[in-house]
T-cell receptor, first 111, second 115 residues
Framework: KQEVTQIPAALSVPEGENLVLNCSFT??????LQWFRQDPGKGLTSLLL?????REQTSGRLNASLDKSSGRSTLYIAASQPGDSATYLC??????????FGAGTRLTVKP | ETGVTQSPTHLIKTRGQQVTLRCSSQ?????VSWYQQALGQGPQFIFQ???????GRGNFPPRFSGLQFPNYSSELNVNALELDDSALYLC??????????????FGPGTRLTVL
């Protein structure tokens, strides 16, 4: 059974800092891995999608890496801003018709 | 904005009642998935529909059922509500065809409270 773990559960940093969020999964047989952002009480916004054949994806200040063999992914956020404050979720697709989510990392960026 | 809408925004029901939640996907998105997100947890996969047929199901009992319509709308029905059904229910649509994967676009969710 695929288990997804995110560390840390919560993170508080001063504005401008670079930070790394971690995601690990137990079964390396995945189709893709996706990082999402969720604001309180809201739906999910897709940030980056990494196919199983890819090693990383970049969008603006965000960079996500994927190491399937070790079951790990990281989300790197450069020059953090207060507007980045949210919960960040990673999800893996062990098959083509579902996603398994971690519990998320709650990020607070202080001005 | 993801182009995916859900209704209602909030809903309060009592134990034993039935509820129908609705989702409207982007035009052309033949795949829709439903998720349950308890407070402080990640979403859990309920089921997925592709072109109006169920295309996979998570570990949820049969009292959770769904429908998908040709106009890219879908429904999640829950019978015999239990207190533990209180959660945020999310739908997500994608362009993925059967056997493939693609970015999923989530709606804002419906907050269901069961008293």
């Amino acid at each position: 059974k695929q288990e997804v773990t995110q560390i840390p559960a919560a993170l508080s940093v001063p504005e401008g800092e670079n930070l790394v969020l971690n995601c690990s999964f137990t079964d390396s047989a995945i189709y893709n891995l996706q990082w999402f952002r969720q604001d309180p009480g809201k739906g999910l916004t897709s940030l980056l999608l990494i196919q199983s054949s890819q090693r990383e994806q970049t969008s603006g200040r965000l960079n996500a890496s994927l190491d399937k063999s070790s079951g790990r992914s990281t989300l790197y956020i450069a020059a953090s801003q207060p507007g980045d404050s949210a919960t960040y979720l990673c999800a893996v697709s062990p098959a083509n018709n579902d996603m398994r989510f971690g519990a998320g990392t709650r990020l607070t960026v202080k001005p | 904005e993801t182009g995916v809408t859900q209704s209602p925004t909030h809903l309060i029901k009592t134990r034993g009642q039935q509820v129908t939640l609705r989702c409207s996907s982007q035009s052309g998105h033949n795949t829709v998935s439903w998720y349950q997100q308890a407070l402080g947890q990640g979403p859990q996969f309920i089921f997925q529909y592709y072109r109006e047929e169920e295309n996979g199901r998570g570990n949820f009992p049969p009292r959770f059922s769904g429908l998908q319509f040709p106009n890219y709308s879908s429904e999640l029905n829950v019978n015999a509500l239990e207190l533990d059904d209180s959660a945020l229910y999310l739908c997500a649509s994608s362009l993925a065809e059967r056997g493939s994967t693609d970015t999923q676009y989530f709606g804002p969710g419906t907050r269901l409270t069961v008293l």
